[in-house]
């Protein structure tokens, strides 16, 4: 039986500015906060209970940001990767992240055909080209 991937956890030195920089990227909420940790999740996804395993397989990750005292030093080694719809101006989404604290990264990219980007604390992630799927 395989497990459920639950979370992804951000070290972070402002847990409460981080989780809403996060939530307010990806359409995320707030569930649960207090001085150590805030942990977001898909606006859309429930917060009760879910005592179908296989529903409870089929809901989607979040996000965990936990207070650390050291510094980020070097590249990250996992990275989330962002994806604009066909539909969306992947160009305005990258200046809308932007002008909310992301900064542009070079991790030797190239000329790739993504973005990658910073997070106002300074985590790397990449916005992927447009796509459906």
């Not at 989780?19 to 898909?42: H, S």
């Not at 590249?75 to 101006?89: E, G, M, T, V």
């Amino acid at each position: 039986m395989a497990l459920r991937w639950y979370s992804v956890v951000v070290d972070s030195h402002d847990i409460a500015a981080q989780a809403r920089w996060w939530a307010q990227t990806l359409d995320y909420v707030i569930v649960f906060e207090n001085d150590e940790e805030v942990a977001v999740i898909p606006r859309h996804m429930s917060q009760d209970p879910i005592t179908d395993s296989a529903e409870w397989m089929r809901q989607a990750q979040g996000l965990v940001f936990v207070r650390v005292p050291e510094e980020k030093t070097v590249k990250n080694r996992l990275h989330i990767d962002l994806a604009p719809h066909s539909s969306q101006d992947r160009d305005a989404e990258i200046r809308a992240l932007l002008d909310r604290g992301a900064t542009l990264a070079d991790v030797g990219q190239g000329d790739a055909p993504w973005t990658v980007l910073r997070d106002p604390e300074g985590n790397e992630f990449c916005v992927l080209s447009s796509r459906e799927r």
